[in-house]
């Protein structure tokens, strides 16, 4: 992905599931991450072939727009020019639910979608993580969707024939496609945002749809997704009905987003804190050197202090970082 050298950047970041910004500086050692093994090559596999599962970006990519309707429902809140709800969508004829922070006006409006960080369900509070990032973009004209995931807040559960962040990003690209319906929103200039977990569904929606036009990731998970698997699918059961790795690696290289940052070119900002506990630095190092080697516009924010939610990081200066890319980007 590489087009020009890119600079590596250090600043601090907070999120309730989230990241944040600071001062220049070189980010903290990291090795690259090696490519996924028995990699089928998926960078230059634009059309998939019949048999390969609904799952695999491939397919992700031909599956037909669901067009729904984006419904907006009881106010939460209103905001410093902007006003918070709760909306509905539907995907796979199922009723998901989230946020829609939309500014004052008649637009149209650019859209961010804001993903959040996994969150056990029984914990999660709606527009957990996400109003951090999503609120203020709406203060500044920007409309902020904020998905919640299949089963929570009332949300369906999606396809249970996919593993679980692809089922996620499947819904995403479902409420991409029914932004017709919102009078307000622009569907030519949408933007994708996640923290973490949310990192991980805004990579898979990026690289499956072109509709998508700029990308900020905040903290991300690995973007080979065999990573993400040892360290936590397989004991949540959020890998099925993929096996190990080490069992199918060909399965998981079709769902790296990684192997497939070539396809829709979205630039693309990353920003991590360097005392993060639970993304490793090389994870992040890696997807943005395969970025670059794609030479796709991309840039890495290291915060100094900042752990996984951003605990010690400026907060106010990543979420203005990422304001400026995305309205640089979308224009």
């Not at 599931?17 to 089928?40: R, Y």
């Not at 796979?92 to 006006?105: F, N």
Request: glycine letters at 10%; aromatic letters at 8%.
């Amino acid at each position: 992905m590489r087009s020009a050298p890119l600079t590596v950047l250090l600043a601090p970041m907070l999120l309730a599931a989230c990241a944040v910004g600071g001062p220049s500086v070189a980010g903290p050692a990291a090795s690259p991450q090696a490519s996924p093994a028995a990699s089928p090559s998926p960078q230059e596999s634009t059309s998939p072939a019949p048999a390969y599962p609904s799952y695999y970006i491939e397919s992700l990519r031909t599956r037909p727009p669901q067009d729904g309707r984006i419904t907006i429902g009881e106010l939460m809140f209103r905001g410093a020019g902007y006003t918070k709800s709760h909306m509905t969508w539907t995907s796979g004829g199922q009723v998901m639910t989230g946020t829609a922070s939309i500014p004052d006006g008649t637009g149209p409006f650019p859209v961010v979608i804001v993903n959040h960080g996994h969150i056990p369900e029984e914990r999660y509070w709606i527009g957990q993580d996400s109003g951090i990032f999503g609120d203020p973009m709406a203060a500044h004209g920007f409309i902020s969707l904020a998905p919640n995931y299949p089963g929570y807040a009332g949300s369906g559960e999606g396809d249970p024939a996919m593993p679980t962040i692809v089922r996620t990003a499947v819904t995403v690209m479902d409420l991409v496609s029914s932004l017709p319906s919102l009078p307000q929103a622009d569907p030519a200039r949408v933007a994708m945002m996640g923290h973490s977990n949310g990192g991980g569904v805004s990579q898979l929606v990026m690289v499956a749809d072109s509709r998508v036009k700029a990308a900020v990731l905040f903290a991300p998970v690995s973007s080979d997704m065999a990573d993400n698997a040892r360290k936590w699918w397989l004991t949540s059961g959020s890998a099925a009905p993929l096996p190990t790795p080490e069992a199918d690696p060909d399965g998981y290289a079709h769902i790296s987003p990684r192997n497939y940052f070539g396809f829709n070119r979205a630039p693309t900002l990353l920003l991590q804190g360097t005392a993060d506990q639970d993304i490793p630095a090389a994870w992040t190092t890696a997807t943005f050197d395969a970025l670059r080697a794609q030479g796709i516009k991309s840039r890495l924010d290291w915060f100094p202090g900042g752990r996984h939610d951003l605990v010690g990081g400026d907060l106010s200066r990543a979420v203005a970082s990422a304001e400026a890319w995305v309205r640089e980007t979308l224009g």
